[in-house]
């Protein structure tokens, strides 16, 4: 339960300064203006799905990383013990 709050936090405050950094040189009602395929989405909108979006690209990494530790760590104790994996 621990990695998955450290995760998840992490990558919130990943989403922040990534949100931070791509909106300070996108302008989400610009690009609305600019493409007919988005017109409907207004600036909060697309500030809000930036947000989810980097987020999610967090959380997914995030989340291998812990996947890949833990798989590391197993590996190393089977090689310690003697164990074969199956």
């Known amino acids: 339960m621990a990695d998955v709050a450290a995760v998840g936090w992490a990558s919130f405050l990943a989403a ?5 950094l791509a909106f300070a ?3 989400p009602g ?11 989405i207004d600036r909060a909108t ?14 997914v990494a995030g ?13 190393a104790r089977e090689q310690a013990t003697g164990r074969v994996p199956d």
């Open 16 to 20: 922040c300064a990534a949100s931070l």
């Open 25 to 27: 040189i996108v302008d």
């Open 30 to 40: 610009r690009l609305a203006n600019a493409s007919e395929l988005i017109d409907h």
């Open 46 to 59: 697309g500030y809000g799905v930036g947000f989810l979006f980097f987020w999610g690209v967090g959380i």
């Open 63 to 75: 989340g291998l990383s812990v996947l890949l530790i833990r798989s590391s760590r197993r590996d």
